[in-house]
C-alpha cells in the first residue's frame, strides 16, 4: 500500500512540475507582446520620447535572445531546478520594479532585467521536462508546453488590452509578482534537481563572446530599419558579431568540452529543429506585430476588440499542440513539422489580398489554419530539440533551440519590417505624400500614423489618411507573401533533414525515436 501512495504521489508531483514550468513560460512569453498595446498609456505618463518607447519593447526582447543559451549551459552546469528557481525571482523582482517604474530609463533597465531573467527560465525548461516524463507522457507534456508557447504569443494583445484598460499599464507588470512567486515556490518544491555531471566547468571566453556576439547581432537586427542598414552604427554592431561569434566558434572548437557542441550541427534532425524554430518565428510569429497594428491602427479596434480576433488562432494553436505531442509517438516527427510549416505557410497567403474595404474577417480563415499549424509545430519541435542529445546536455539544446526561437522573432520583425516599410514607401510614390515619403513610410510602419496624421492641415487630413491606410495594406499584403517563402523554405527543410536515426534512443528520447 505504501509503494502505490508513492507511485501516485510521484505521478501527481510530476504533473505539478510542469504546470509551474508551463506557467513561468507562459509569464515570460506574454510579457513579449503584452507591453506593446500598453505603450500610448506609458508615454503620457511618463513622457516618453518615440526611441525609448522603442526601447521598452526592445530591452526585453534583447536580453531575451542574448542570454539564452548560456542560460541554458548554466542549467547543466549549475543545476537545472536551481538556475530555473534563480530565473523565477529575478523575473518576479524586475517585474515590480518596472511597474514601480518613475522615468522611461527606470522602465528600459527593468524590462532588460527581465529579459535575462526570463532567458534562464525558458532556456532550462525543455530539459527539466525531458527529466521528467518518458513514454507517451512525454509527448502529452511536450504538447501542453507547445500550447503554453503558442498561445502566450498570440494572446498577448488581448491580455495586455484588458489589464490597460481595466487597471492601468503598471499592473502589465505587477500581476507577474504573485505569479512568479507561487511559480519560485512550486519550483523549490515540486522540481528535482538534474544537471550534466560531466559538464567542464565554467567557460568565461565562451560566455563573454557569445554574449556580446548576440548582443550585437539582434540590437543591429532589432534597431536597423530605423538607424538605416547601412548606417555606421547598423554596419558597426554586424560586423562586431560577426567577429565575436567568430571568435566564440574558434574558442569553442579548441575546447574538449565546449559549452556549445559544433558538431550537433552535423546531425541533420539537429539542424532540421533549428531551422524549423526560426522559421516559424521569423515567418509566422513576426508577423503579429504588424497584424496587430493592422487591426488597431487601420481597423481601428481596441486593443481588447483586436485581442479577441487573435481568439480563433490562439485556441486552436492550444488545442492542438497536445493532440500533436501524443501523434508525435505514432506519427513521424518530420511530418508534424513539416506539414504545421506548411499550413502556416498557406495560412499567411489565406491572409494576403487585403484591401482598403476588407474587414477583419479577410483574415479568419488565416487565422484558423495558422492555429492549426502552430499547433502541430511546437510539441513536436520541442521534443525533437532535446531528443537528439543525451539527457545530461538537454539543457545545452533547449538553449540552443530557445536561442533560435527568439533570434527569429527578431530576424523576422526586423526583415519583414523593412519588406513592409519599402512596401509602404513605393506605394506612396506617386502621391501628394511622395516627397515626405521616407519619413511617412516609417511612421505607418511603427504604428505612429496617427501622431503624424495631426501634423497634417486639417483640410487634406483625410486624403492624407486614406494614403496611409492604402500604404499601410500595400506593405502588409508583401510581408505575408514573404513570411509564407519563409515558411515553404523551412517545411521542406523540416521534411528533409528530420530523421528517426538521430535521435538517441534512450531516456526521453527513446519516446520519440519509437515513433518515426
Known amino acids: 500500500m505504501e509503494s502505490s501512495w508513492s507511485t501516485v504521489y510521484s505521478v501527481e508531483r510530476k504533473w505539478r512540475a510542469l504546470i509551474v514550468v508551463c506557467v513561468a513560460i507562459f509569464m515570460l512569453l506574454l510579457d513579449i507582446t503584452v507591453v506593446n498595446v500598453a505603450l500610448p498609456d506609458i508615454q503620457k505618463e511618463l513622457h516618453t520620447s518615440f526611441s525609448e518607447l522603442q526601447w521598452v519593447v526592445d530591452a526585453y526582447a534583447l536580453m531575451l535572445a542574448t542570454t539564452m543559451l548560456n542560460a541554458g549551459t548554466l542549467g547543466d552546469l549549475l543545476g537545472r531546478k536551481r538556475v530555473f528557481a534563480a530565473g523565477v525571482a529575478l523575473f518576479t523582482v524586475t517585474s515590480a520594479l518596472c511597474g514601480a517604474a518613475t522615468t522611461p530609463l527606470f522602465l528600459i533597465l527593468a524590462r532588460g532585467g527581465q529579459g535575462i531573467g526570463g532567458a534562464v527560465m525558458f532556456s532550462v525548461s525543455l530539459a527539466i521536462l525531458s527529466q521528467e516524463f518518458h513514454g507517451r507522457e512525454r509527448g502529452t507534456a511536450f504538447g501542453i508546453w507547445g500550447a ?48 550534466d555531471e560531466e559538464a567542464g566547468g565554467f567557460d568565461a571566453p565562451g560566455f563573454v563572446t557569445l554574449t556580446l556576439g548576440l548582443f550585437a547581432l539582434v540590437l543591429g537586427l532589432l534597431r536597423g530599419n530605423d538607424w538605416g542598414w547601412s548606417s555606421a552604427r547598423s554596419v558597426g554592431l554586424f560586423t562586431a558579431a560577426v567577429v565575436l561569434l567568430g571568435l566564440f566558434v574558434v574558442v569553442e572548437l579548441r575546447r574538449e568540452k565546449p559549452m556549445l557542441d559544433f558538431s550537433l550541427f552535423r546531425v541533420p534532425t539537429f539542424t532540421g529543429a533549428q531551422i524549423t524554430a526560426f522559421a516559424i518565428s521569423a515567418g509566422l510569429f513576426g508577423q503579429f506585430l504588424y497584424l496587430t497594428l493592422y487591426l488597431q491602427n487601420v481597423l481601428g479596434y481596441s486593443p481588447i476588440a483586436a485581442g479577441v480576433r487573435f481568439l480563433p488562432l490562439s485556441l486552436l494553436a492550444f488545442f492542438t499542440a497536445p493532440i500533436s505531442g501524443r501523434l508525435s509517438a505514432r506519427v513521424p516527427v518530420r511530418a508534424l513539422l513539416g506539414t504545421g510549416l506548411a499550413l502556416d505557410g498557406v495560412a499567411l497567403l489565406l491572409m494576403h489580398g487585403i484591401t482598403p474595404s476588407s474587414g477583419w474577417t479577410t483574415l479568419l480563415a488565416g487565422f484558423v489554419v495558422a492555429g492549426i499549424g502552430i499547433g502541430m509545430v511546437n510539441a513536436p519541435l520541442a521534443s525533437t530539440a532535446v531528443s537528439v542529445v543525451e539527457p545530461r546536455r538537454a539543457g545545452m539544446a533547449s538553449g540552443i533551440n530557445n536561442t533560435f526561437r527568439q533570434v527569429g522573432i527578431a530576424t523576422g520583425i526586423a526583415g519583414l519590417g523593412a519588406i513592409f516599410q519599402d512596401g509602404i514607401r513605393t506605394s506612396l510614390e506617386g502621391t501628394a505624400a511622395a516627397p515626405h515619403a521616407a519619413e511617412l513610410s516609417r511612421a505607418i510602419a511603427s504604428g505612429a500614423s496617427r501622431q503624424v496624421l495631426q501634423t497634417v492641415p486639417v483640410q487634406v487630413r483625410a486624403q492624407a489618411a486614406e494614403v496611409a491606410r492604402s500604404a499601410f495594406i500595400a506593405g502588409l499584403n508583401d510581408i505575408l507573401v514573404a513570411g509564407a517563402i519563409v515558411l515553404f523554405a523551412g517545411a521542406v527543410c523540416a521534411y528533409a533533414l528530420v530523421r528517426r536515426r538521430d535521435l538517441v534512443p534512450s531516456g526521453a528520447g527513446a519516446a520519440v525515436a519509437r515513433g518515426e
Open 148 to 195: 503554453t508557447v503558442g498561445a502566450a504569443v498570440a494572446i498577448g494583445p488581448l491580455v495586455g488590452g484588458a489589464i490597460t484598460t481595466w487597471l492601468g499599464w503598471r499592473w502589465i507588470f505587477f500581476v507577474n509578482v504573485p505569479i512568479g512567486i507561487a511559480c519560485a515556490a512550486g519550483a523549490v518544491r515540486e522540481l528535482h534537481e538534474s544537471r
